[in-house]
């Protein structure tokens, strides 16, 4: 590498000053230069994958929980809105929540005033034909059976127009509006004592856990309820003489309840609508059917707390009811 100046005397040239570098001095520069360029690219270049990756998560994270959302709506789950930021985002995955709980509360209240329709007109048929037939002459035994009849259809219309106005408050609320510390164990204590004359009456045997202490958060009337539906259930589907057998016990942070019946069972096509809301089946011995609410009201109460509530064919006949809530 070389660098010349002229040598000038009165304007004239005399000479040149010529100065020269070798090249390999100038090459260890430029490798220490490359050093530094690589060392600083480098970092520029993870600092840009790191807010890239962090601007990705923060966008496309909510995208992802609003689509699973949305999924879950779409295949009719109870879904949960996720939290969301204040973001436009936020505000779309709000505005999302409030369209489809108007869309849902308009098609919940048309399958309601439907379903509640079509279970109303058989007794009112039972009442309307039971009230013809009192215009007739007939004995005094004859006539007390039709008025019985008539006070057992209206006691089921009763029934299940309070059932639904329970179900639809419960349905409303996605959290529990109450909670506290409940003793578990003193609520099953106090339905068994409830259904201990109808056991008798049946001459059902009845196996209830031993003494223990079991606390759990949640509301003690909706639990309250739940542990009434499925001792009834299992009541009102065992034979006389038969026998129920109901267990308590803390697992993993769970308290599971089970209460095992000795009844027919649940046929292979019953099990997949057992807690459809109105699906009933009839109780051996009367043939009766209930409102068909219960189970799908304890399973709204399990849901509340967290919880889940299954049923379980036994074999060669009888059912097992478990509810499960975390501790």
């Known amino acids: 590498m070389y660098v010349a100046a002229p040598i000038k005397i009165d304007e004239n040239i005399v000479g040149v000053l010529t100065v020269c570098k070798p090249t390999t001095n100038i090459n260890h520069f430029l490798e220490i230069a490359k050093a530094k360029v690589f060392r600083k690219s480098l970092l520029a270049g993870i600092c840009v994958v790191l807010l890239s990756t962090a601007l990705m998560f923060y966008i496309f994270r909510p995208i992802k929980q609003l689509t699973r959302y949305a999924d879950e709506v779409r295949r009719g789950k109870k879904a949960v809105l996720p939290k969301l930021d204040r973001s436009e985002i936020g505000d779309m995955g709000r505005a999302f929540e409030k369209m489809r709980n108007a869309l849902e509360g308009k098609k919940y209240v048309e399958n309601y005033i439907q379903t509640l329709t079509h279970e109303i007109k058989s007794p009112i048929s039972a009442i309307q034909g039971a009230a ?8 005094r035994d004859q006539r007390t059976l039709f008025l019985m009849n008539i006070r ?97 016990q803390m697992e993993n942070q769970r308290m599971i309840l089970a209460v095992k019946d000795e009844g027919p069972g649940i046929p292979d096509f ?51 009811a478990v509810l499960i809530i975390p501790r």
Do not use: C, W, Y
């Open 132 to 139: 013809e037939l009192l215009e007739e002459d007939m004995s």
């Open 270 to 320: 019953a099990m997949d609508r057992i807690f459809e809301k109105f699906f009933s089946m009839r109780r051996p011995g009367s043939g009766d059917k209930s409102t068909g609410l219960g189970l799908n009201f304890v399973r709204r109460i399990a849901d509340l707390h967290g919880g889940s509530v299954r049923l379980e064919k036994l074999s060669p006949n009888g059912v097992r």
């Open 152 to 248: 057992n259809e209206t006691e089921r219309i009763r029934e299940l127009v309070d059932r639904m106005l329970h179900l639809s408050s419960l349905e409303s609320v996605n959290d529990l509006e109450t909670s506290e510390t409940v003793r578990f164990d003193q609520l099953l204590r106090k339905v068994i004592e409830r259904f201990t004359p109808v056991m008798e009456q049946k001459h059902v045997k009845l196996i209830a856990p031993g003494k223990m202490e079991i606390r759990i958060s949640g509301d003690a009337i909706l639990l309250e309820q739940a542990i009434s539906n499925l001792i009834q259930n299992a009541v009102d589907f065992s034979p006389d003489h038969g026998q129920i057998d109901i267990s308590l």
